[in-house]
């Protein structure tokens, strides 16, 4: 997802600057060692991003800022993604299948207010 530069801090690349140095440039899900500044980045898969674990830019706290590696940003934006709209689907009266009375949700730890299940 392209970023909207107008809903992060103006301090913003020094936050994440900092974040990428104590992982140092560390995915710290899976664990891949990412790019360094002044390496030539052949593969977007190394390049290291940094997440907010409650998905709003402006909270830019320590405990909520994770480094993460491309695919692994990806797949937690994607994820969160399809559990909003299949929240919204939801309200609108959508998707109510027979037997279905709950939300899915992939297991992120609570970082989205699941329970300890993965459900909410």
């Known amino acids: 997802m392209p970023m909207d530069r107008s809903l992060y801090p103006d301090d913003w690349d020094e936050i994440a600057f900092e974040v990428k140095e104590k992982a140092d440039w560390t995915c710290q899900r899976c664990g891949i060692q990412c790019y360094r500044p002044g390496q030539k980045a052949y593969y977007r898969r190394y390049v290291l991003t940094v ?10 706290a320590d405990d909520n800022l994770e480094a993460l590696c491309a695919p692994c940003h990806l797949k937690e934006e994607v994820a969160y993604r399809v559990h909003l709209a299949f929240i919204a689907a939801r309200k609108a009266g959508q998707l109510i299948l027979p037997g279905m009375d709950h939300t899915p949700m992939i297991d992120d730890g609570g970082a989205w207010g699941g329970g300890p299940d993965g459900w909410l």
């Not at 997440?51 to 830019?60: A, F, G, R, S, V």
Request: aromatic share 0%; with cysteine.
């Open 51 to 60: 997440h907010h674990k409650d998905h709003n830019p402006q909270n830019c």
